[in-house]
């Protein structure tokens, strides 16, 4: 039996936005076995906890917040049966209604797909070493964990006590 081609990851952190449609379209191109490819972009929103906001600032830690990401692809590749996942996140300062995250999971069947790309999507959002700030017409906030996103990584039963 030939052994299966290695899960096919990507991770990136960088300022400038990303082509939707290139990212999928090369990993799904990466491996013939792919029959499903699940999808998550987040945007800036205009509210945030009733806010209105003017744009968003990202910041990270070079290289640890890379190997952090790997590291939780690792668990998902673990937990589901995924052939590649690609997770770019933008880091510097958003406007309204751009992109700032890109996961993206391939599979052969879209169960697998999509339990792995909303597993990825729970654990970046708690746990990856990004530091948020929100800018508005009321100032500036640094943004904390939320008691929700904890919630949402715990049913994956992964203990988390980010919020504040």
């Given at each position: 039996m030939a052994a299966q081609p290695a899960t096919l990851v990507q991770v990136?952190?960088?300022?400038?936005?990303?082509?939707?449609?290139?990212?999928?379209?090369a990993l799904h191109a990466a491996d013939a076995r792919v029959g499903a490819v699940a999808v998550f972009v987040g945007t800036v929103r205009q509210l945030d906890e009733g806010q209105a906001l003017d744009c968003l600032e990202l910041e990270h830690y070079p290289g640890m917040t890379e190997r952090a990401i790997e590291d939780m692809v690792e668990q998902a590749r673990q937990r589901f049966e995924i052939f590649g996942a690609r997770v770019l996140h933008r880091v510097g300062r958003l406007g309204?209604?751009?992109?700032?995250?890109?996961?993206?999971?391939?599979?052969?069947?879209?169960?697998?797909?999509f339990q792995a790309c909303e597993f990825l999507m729970d654990y970046l959002k708690t746990q990856a070493p990004f530091w948020k700030k929100e800018h508005g017409a009321t100032g500036s906030r640094w943004v904390d964990a939320r008691t929700s996103d904890d919630a949402a990584l715990a049913k994956w039963g992964i203990a988390a006590s980010n919020a504040a």
């Open positions: 990136r952190i960088q300022t400038e936005d990303f082509d939707l449609s290139a990212e999928v379209a309204l209604g751009e992109q700032i995250v890109l996961v993206a999971v391939t599979a052969a069947h879209r169960g697998q797909a």
